[in-house]
């Protein structure tokens, strides 16, 4: 458990209204990643940070910001949500081991529906 | 293009033999990999990962094999558990501080 928490972990809106997920962090780490998970895809990139107010884009960016005001924290936007942008949402954050590996440990998930 | 490939999207095995999954990869930068277990409704947990410079890496049931000359690399379970069921992903790394994941594999276990 790398203490982070995810909010909400179940929403169901409509298309065309914002969302906000929040993802939190007690250890301070300075990497922190969204990904979305779909059928078929595996996990795909959003956006990441390396820290507080540095983002940067992932893969599949498009429709999508990300905000990080405090280490703690980082939140993940959609503007006006889309029917495409049903899918199980993770942030994950970034150990740098022994060995210099880069281990990503996962936050619970946000299950988003889109109507 | 994907730069993971998992060509394998499920597996079935019987409980107390081994679990081999499949890895493929077609970047030579990637500097280290990782296996990662995930369960209906919850995050993907981490199990074990491994150094470009190693090619084989342990951790009680669980052993990663590289071989970099083929881009390949391979998850054993010995023996598999009932417990194990569930979707296998593997993922890349390099100097960037990102993970490139493949698609994942669905193993099931059959007791």
């Known amino acids: 458990d790398a203490g982070i928490t995810q909010s909400p972990r179940h929403k169901v809106t409509e298309t065309g209204t914002p969302v906000t997920l929040r993802c939190h962090q007690t250890e301070n780490h300075r990497y922190m990643y969204w990904y979305r998970q779909d059928p078929g895809h595996g996990l795909r990139l959003i956006h990441y940070?390396?820290?507080?107010?540095?983002?940067d884009k992932g893969e599949v960016s498009d429709g999508y910001s990300v905000s990080r005001s405090k280490t703690e924290d980082f939140l993940l936007t959609l503007e006006s949500a889309t029917s495409s942008q049903t899918s199980v949402y993770f942030c994950a954050i970034s150990v740098t081991g022994l060995d210099r590996t880069d281990t990503q440990y996962f936050g619970p998930g946000t299950r988003l529906t889109v109507l | 293009d994907q730069q993971v490939k998992q060509n394998s999207p499920s597996l079935s095995v019987q409980e107390g033999r081994i679990s081999i999954l499949n890895c493929d990869y077609t970047?030579?930068?990637?500097?280290?990999f990782l296996w990662y277990k995930k369960y209906p409704a919850e995050g993907p947990t981490f199990l074990i990962s491994i150094s470009s410079i190693k090619d084989k890496n342990e951790d009680g049931r669980f052993t990663v094999f590289l071989n970099k000359s083929a881009k390949h690399l391979s998850l054993h379970i010995v023996p598999s558990q009932p417990g194990d069921s569930a979707v296998y992903f593997c993922?890349?790394?390099?100097?960037?501080?990102?993970?490139?994941f493949g698609k994942g594999t669905l193993l099931t276990v059959n007791p």
């Open positions: 940070s390396y820290g507080v107010k540095d983002t």
């Open positions: 970047n030579s930068m990637f500097d280290y």
């Open positions: 993922a890349a790394g390099g100097s960037n501080y990102k993970l490139t």
